[in-house]
């Protein structure tokens, strides 16, 4: 009966272009990335073996940019989980999860998510964050605090990217934990009433416990997808202020299409591969993530 | 007995407080934008001008659509996202169908766990060196790079999504089907594709947003006929500082975002079970 379904007739076609579309670029990235190639001056590229990658380690601004995605990815991790955890434990909680309003929030919620990225930094750009007519500025005004030059402030530009990114991101989270949390058994809830736990114990003890798994996939998820992000940064500061918000996308983008060498922007894109392939296998060992794949 | 019922008011308080706080959070800005769209900003911009409904106007509208070229951006935009669609569903949808169907669960484990990993691959290593490949072979900014772009992209997470969904079917109702002499091919198309229709809707959905608003790739690799919407406002709005311009980029933006925002309300079900789909076994 098993042999019937022929499953490598079905995996087969999707396989070899799903490998294709992806290792073509890759082998052509870690090809590019030993040669030196300008690229307005195609046709004179010449071998020159791991000089990109000796240059890349020594150079001032692969480090910005390796420091800079690195606390952007972990910085937006942290919000995100904070927000979603939060707004999904107040959505499930006792006198809010049955109500009418759950459907048409959860609906809401989903905006930011759907919302072009490059319109979100624009937006941001433009209206949210700007030093004289931004929303920003002009809530903070009302309550007495002095508006900021948000995004031409060195040091306030990255947590402004920061704070933009988990404006785009939570969402997701939120509606993973959500569903995780209207999974959970009424009865497990209700015999820990029972027993005299009020609402706050059995949100940390009984529901956040359970969900625990979803809330470690799921920051992997936010943490790889922050620290490869382009497009937000891009439209909403560039590579900012004093290279404030100078992620390694931006500087691929910067030294490859900018400055013309193709062969160094290849070789920052494939150790950006490898860092991030790297940073998987750790975060996935420490959490032993290879088992729920097996569920 | 007063103190415990202050106590509840304070904590529903409390609640409410929250998600009407995150609600703002998460529409304000989309209002404001949309506030400046249609209001005169060579006169006003600031806030509360912006709400009080004067300068009402539908010129930054009209200068998007002329002076923009919006229409020959969205245009373009339809057609890589349609195609993306369309390509990533018929990739995809087989390729899961048949991991759902795979009897050891050792080589199955390795499949599902190859889709997973390569989730993470950054976009600047598929993008870079597409650019370049296709400078060299004398093709530049064709539809086709970019949707082979958007493949590698999008099919990572929509084979995911649709083993999840193909999981769910039952499998006495495939196997009634054999019976009954259908072909391995017949049980797929009669049988299991109606049944996972809904998580076909929402990985479509979710393909077509995620292409549209894609912006990376068709930087890289959209050539001048190509151009979407995306890569047409940051052109048009790239480095704008200028007052006046501020509403013409709001109407820009909005007639990019509003569309798609008002679609995914209406669509929300199907959006909200894809998302949540794999990630909640239940």
Known sequence: ?295 | MFNQTLKHKLKLAFKYFVLLGWLLFCIAPIIVFFMASISDTSLFQTIPELFSLRGLTLDNYRISINQGNFLFYLRNSLIIAGSALATVLIVCTPMAYGITKLKSPKVKGVLVFGVLSTRFIPYVIIALPLYLLFIRLGFTGSLFGVIMAHLAMQTPFIVWLMIGFFAGVPKEIEEAAIIDGCSSLQVFTKVSLPIVLPGLNAAAILAFIISYNEFLFALFLAGPNNRPLTVGIMRYAGGAEVGAQFGVIAAFGSMIVVPIIIFALIVNRYIVSGMTQGAVKE
């Open chain 1, 1 to 295: 009966m098993r042999k019937f379904y022929r499953p490598w007739v079905f995996i087969i076609p999707g396989l070899i272009l799903g490998l294709l579309t992806l290792g073509i670029p890759i082998y052509e990235a870690i090809k590019n990335s030993f040669y030196n190639i300008r690229l307005y001056r195609l046709g004179s590229e010449f071998f020159i073996g791991l000089e990109n990658y000796i240059r890349l380690l020594n150079d001032p601004i692969f480090l910005i940019a390796l420091r800079v995605s690195l606390i952007f990815a972990i910085g937006c991790t942290v919000l995100v989980l904070l927000f979603s955890i939060l707004v999904s434990s107040v959505l499930t909680s006792d006198k809010i999860e049955d109500s009418k309003l759950t459907r048409p929030l959860m609906a809401l919620f989903i905006v930011p998510f759907v919302t072009t990225q490059v319109v979100t930094g624009i937006m941001g750009r433009t209206f949210i964050w700007q030093t004289e007519f931004g929303l920003v500025n002009y809530l903070l005004n009302l309550i007495g605090i002095e508006g900021q030059a948000w995004l031409t402030t060195p040091y306030l530009a990255l947590p402004t990217a920061i704070i933009t990114n988990t404006w785009r991101l939570t969402p997701l989270a939120l509606l993973v934990f959500y569903a995780a949390l209207t999974t959970i058994p009424k009865t497990l809830i209700e015999s820990a009433k029972l027993d005299g736990a009020n609402e706050f114990k059995i949100l940390t003890k009984i529901k956040l416990p359970i969900i625990r798994y979803h809330v470690i996939f799921i920051s992997l998820i936010i943490f790889t997808s922050a620290f490869r992000e382009f497009d937000v940064i891009f439209s909403l500061t560039g590579r900012g202020p004093a290279r404030a918000t100078n992620v390694l996308s931006i500087m691929v983008y910067e030294q490859g299409v900018n400055v013309g060498n193709m062969g160094y922007a290849n070789a920052i894109a494939f150790t950006m591969f490898l860092i991030v392939t790297v940073l998987t296998i750790i975060y996935m060992l420490i959490f032993k993530i290879g088992n729920i794949g097996d569920q």
